[in-house]
């Protein structure tokens, strides 16, 4: 178990999926993850989750609508939503906090900054 937190990452791409637990297992995180909005939902019934890294671009279910659901659910709405996206037109940053995201971070992911992101909406969740 992680002295950091579990970070629930979804993500359809597998690559995204290991770089990404990869970094985040070496900054002590514990990583679950889902590659799709079902998958997600399963997990979010069987686990506690910190925060959630939401890929915006997936098949089935995107990630503004999951996010939706998500922040919808009992006992999930102060789970910090990041939205990780390429989408990076005028108004997307906007569209996923409209969502319910808590923040919005650009792919490509920038690995070395990643894990103090993440620590900032983390120390938010937990001082209130």
Avoid: H
């Amino acid at each position: 178990m992680s002295d950091k937190g579990t970070i629930l990452y979804v993500e359809d791409n597998p690559d995204n999926r290991n770089l990404i637990r990869r970094v985040l297992e070496a900054e002590d995180y514990s990583v679950v993850e889902a590659k799709d909005a079902n998958q997600a939902l399963e997990r979010l019934q069987t686990m506690l989750i910190d925060l959630i890294l939401m890929d915006i671009s997936m098949p089935d279910m995107d990630g503004y609508t999951l996010t939706s659901k998500i922040k919808s659910m009992p006992g999930f709405a102060s789970v910090p939503i990041i939205a990780v996206t390429a989408n990076v037109m005028r108004g997307d940053r906007e569209r996923s906090l409209e969502a319910g995201c808590d923040g919005y971070i650009q792919k490509p992911i920038d690995i070395d900054t990643l894990s103090q992101q993440l620590e900032r909406f983390l120390t938010r969740s937990t001082n209130g």
